[in-house]
């Protein structure tokens, strides 16, 4: 069976893309494996809005996210970051697409909690079939982590979110969350392979902290949904933490 594999590459994990990192793409693409990059960026937006003025606020590791600061994290994501990605992998010869929320409807969400978050959203729809053609034509789909509601607001979405929103609707086999740590961490030592009750355990006794937060609530959320692994790891050569059933 083809198996599917999403690949969320967090804003500095995309500055440190290996040689190894694409040689493991383009065996998985050997084995006819699927794949799917969902991009983060926030260290971008956060240097974007440092520039313009506009204060960074997070909460539980979310953006609060003005309507100026809409304009200013699509013109990061879109501007800046995901066209690098590109072009990064096509310097290592992965064919790829960058792709957006308004690519032919490709993300539809609504706001998650307008007077906590402001205009941050949650995925309720993917146009799945549009990511079905780009793999029928080889191209690897490079997804910014924005959604679009139905009546054309576009929302800032937690790129580990995202990246979770488009594993369940693929129903992917594996979801790779990619950041700069080796893993979850306890007391310095590393993590390798945890339940979903135990992810809920840490995030409860507050060992989880910062960016960390969203990655072990959309691993929980994944594994409840149906993917069978979810890797939080600083390469795809690398375990890291695995979340599983
Ligand atoms: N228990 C933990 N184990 C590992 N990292 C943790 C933990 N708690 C908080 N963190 C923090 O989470 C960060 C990763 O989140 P973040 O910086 O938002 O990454 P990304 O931009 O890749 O999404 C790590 O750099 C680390 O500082
Ligand atoms: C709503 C929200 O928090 N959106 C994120 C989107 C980018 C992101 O998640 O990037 P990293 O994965 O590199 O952190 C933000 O504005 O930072």
């Given at each position: 069976?083809?198996?599917?594999i999403?690949?969320?590459?967090?804003?500095?994990?995309?500055?440190?893309?290996?040689?190894a990192?694409?040689e493991?793409?383009?065996?998985?693409?050997?084995?006819?494996?699927?794949?799917?990059i969902v991009?983060?960026?926030g260290?971008?937006?956060?240097?974007?809005?440092?520039?313009?003025?506009?204060?960074?606020?997070?909460?539980?590791?979310?953006?609060f996210?003005?309507?100026?600061?809409?304009e200013?994290?699509?013109?990061?994501?879109?501007?800046?970051?995901?066209?690098?990605?590109?072009?990064?992998f096509?310097?290592?010869?992965?064919?790829?697409?960058?792709?957006?929320?308004?690519?032919?409807?490709?993300?539809?969400?609504?706001m998650?909690?307008?007077?906590?978050y402001?205009?941050v959203?949650?995925?309720?729809?993917?146009?799945?079939?549009?990511?079905?053609n780009?793999?029928?034509?080889?191209?690897?789909?490079?997804?910014?982590?924005?959604?679009m509601s139905n009546?054309?607001?576009?929302?800032?979405?937690?790129?580990?979110?995202?990246?979770?929103?488009?594993?369940?609707?693929?129903?992917?086999?594996?979801l790779?969350?990619?950041?700069d740590?080796?893993?979850?961490?306890?007391?310095?030592?590393?993590?390798?392979?945890i339940?979903?009750?135990?992810a809920l355990?840490?995030?409860e006794?507050?060992?989880?902290?910062g960016?960390?937060?969203?990655?072990?609530?959309?691993?929980?959320?994944a594994v409840?949904?149906?993917?069978?692994?979810?890797?939080?790891?600083?390469?795809?050569?690398?375990?890291g933490?695995?979340?599983?059933?």
């Amino acid at each position: 069976m083809t198996k599917k594999i999403v690949i969320k590459i967090g804003g500095t994990a995309a500055t440190q893309l290996s040689p190894a990192f694409f040689e493991t793409i383009k065996i998985w693409q050997k084995q006819d494996a699927k794949i799917i990059i969902v991009h983060g960026g926030g260290n971008h937006i956060s240097s974007l809005m440092a520039q313009l003025n506009e204060p960074v606020q997070k909460v539980n590791g979310i953006r609060f996210t003005t309507q100026k600061g809409i304009e200013i994290t699509k013109m990061a994501l879109l501007g800046q970051v995901q066209p690098d990605l590109v072009e990064t992998f096509r310097l290592n010869s992965v064919a790829a697409i960058g792709l957006n929320a308004g690519s032919n409807q490709l993300l539809t969400g609504h706001m998650l909690d307008q007077d906590v978050y402001g205009y941050v959203g949650a995925i309720h729809q993917v146009n799945s079939q549009l990511i079905q053609n780009m793999w029928q034509q080889n191209l690897v789909p490079i997804i910014a982590p924005l959604a679009m509601s139905n009546d054309g607001q576009w929302l800032n979405v937690n790129a580990d979110h995202a990246a979770t929103a488009i594993a369940k609707y693929m129903q992917a086999d594996e979801l790779y969350l990619l950041t700069d740590v080796s893993g979850v961490k306890v007391s310095g030592n590393m993590l390798h392979k945890i339940t979903p009750q135990k992810a809920l355990e840490l995030q409860e006794s507050h060992v989880i902290t910062g960016g960390m937060v969203p990655k072990i609530s959309s691993a929980i959320h994944a594994v409840e949904r149906g993917v069978h692994n979810v890797h939080i790891t600083n390469t795809v050569t690398h375990p890291g933490t695995i979340i599983t059933l």
